[in-house]
């Protein structure tokens, strides 16, 4: 910090000068990169990007529409509707329109990762679904010290994110190896086990009737509701017999399973908690609940993080564009029926594991989160200058 003070006296101790982000960044439309089959595989080579949260959405061997970027040529993916943002040094197809892709403008002496960790300091959370580059996002202000002072602050901040990205390798590598002992777990091929189709050994469930049901709120659970990084829910809504969607809503009640069947391969799936007991989930996920004298439900949602499940849908969704699974194609699915006895001892292993790895207030996703808020503590203080 002393040294960006040194510099701020030497170069501008009256201030530095504000523009509008779209007076230093062009943007381009993502139209011709746009991946025509969502039919991802991770043994293929060119990434398909999402400016949300996921990023890599999967794989594609599609050669043809590549947005080319790299360490020397990079890119800033904006989404036009939530305006989340990557910074990406690789070539790679993009999901959807709902994108733009920014660079700098040739004719301004600004260093573009500068421009990244400024935007980083934007704070504005969109109200409604509408498109918010031009319109909006491009008008806010960022401040653009001398160069020296832009350099000096990239070399901070990329030291922090240097770290975080050292520690977020550290904790995929035991992800892949928590993955590798829980299908370890779980294979029971050759073992003298019973096998049973999930329809066989979990309960139908209900729709609920609106017309039935009056003057009553319920927390509605949606796709997006569901976290793919932690199986966890949040974000629901509140709705009733009045603003309720026009499709058949499913009731859930606590222990229940629930699968996104849209776009399945992208494993929506949690464990209902007593938090959403006898709450509503959409039609778009498949619900799971699990006959307790035969198959744990914990059990049943491990069954279904497995690698075998991930395979079983894969090569069972259904079209191109918008791919899909029915219910009854996942009730298909065969799963080993152990002794509930042994069925816990599987889950109370994996567990532990998932802790490990998923857990923020314990070991490595602990010390991730520290570093990120110290990261961003910096952050706010060193683009924090007197306009």
Not at 138 to 157: A, C, R
Not at 360 to 387: C, M
């Amino acid at each position: 910090m002393n040294k960006i003070e040194e510099l701020i006296q030497q170069f501008c101790p009256e201030g530095v000068e504000y523009k509008e982000l779209g007076e230093v960044l062009d943007y381009m439309q993502p139209t011709k990169f746009i991946v025509e089959s969502t039919r991802y595989n991770h043994d293929l080579e060119t990434p398909v990007l999402t400016a949300g949260q996921t990023f890599i959405l999967g794989y594609t061997d599609e050669t043809e529409g590549i947005f080319k970027a790299s360490k020397e040529n990079p890119v800033i993916i904006f989404d036009d509707f939530t305006t989340s943002f990557h910074w990406v040094d690789f070539d790679f197809k993009v999901k959807s329109s709902a994108m733009k892709m920014l660079r700098p403008k040739k004719d301004y002496e600004i260093i573009f990762r500068f421009i990244y960790f400024a935007m980083k300091c934007v704070d504005y959370n969109p109200q409604d679904h509408a498109r918010q580059w031009i319109s909006i996002y491009s008008k806010f202000q960022i401040p653009i010290p001398p160069l020296p002072i832009q350099q000096e602050i990239v070399s901070i901040l990329d030291k922090f994110t240097q770290l975080e990205a050292e520690l977020e390798a550290e904790l995929e590598a035991r992800r892949a190896q928590y993955k590798y002992y829980r299908d370890q777990l779980l294979c029971f091929e050759g073992k003298e086990v019973e096998w049973k189709m999930l329809g066989e050994v979990c309960f139908k469930t209900e729709n609920i009737k609106w017309k039935d049901i009056q003057n009553k709120d319920y927390q509605y659970i949606d796709l997006s509701s569901v976290s793919r990084e932690n199986n966890k829910i949040s974000d629901t809504q509140t709705i009733n017999s009045i603003n309720a969607p026009n499709r058949a809503q499913q009731i859930v009640i606590e222990d229940d399973v629930i699968f996104g069947t849209t776009r399945p391969t992208l494993q929506r799936y949690s464990l209902i908690t007593s938090e959403y007991h006898n709450q509503i989930c959409s039609t778009g996920f498949c619900v799971l609940r699990a006959n307790k004298e035969l198959l744990s439900p914990k059990f049943l949602f491990f069954i279904l993080k497995s690698s075998n499940f991930y395979n079983y849908v894969d090569n069972n969704q259904e079209g191109a564009g918008y791919p899909s699974i029915s219910n009854s194609k996942v009730k298909q699915f065969r799963i080993p029926i152990p002794p509930l006895s042994e069925q816990e001892r599987i889950v109370a292993i994996l567990d532990k594991f998932d802790a490990l790895v998923n857990d923020i207030s314990v070991g490595l996703p602990a010390e991730i989160e520290a570093r990120r808020k110290q990261y961003e503590y910096y952050r706010e203080q060193l683009l924090n200058f007197k306009n």
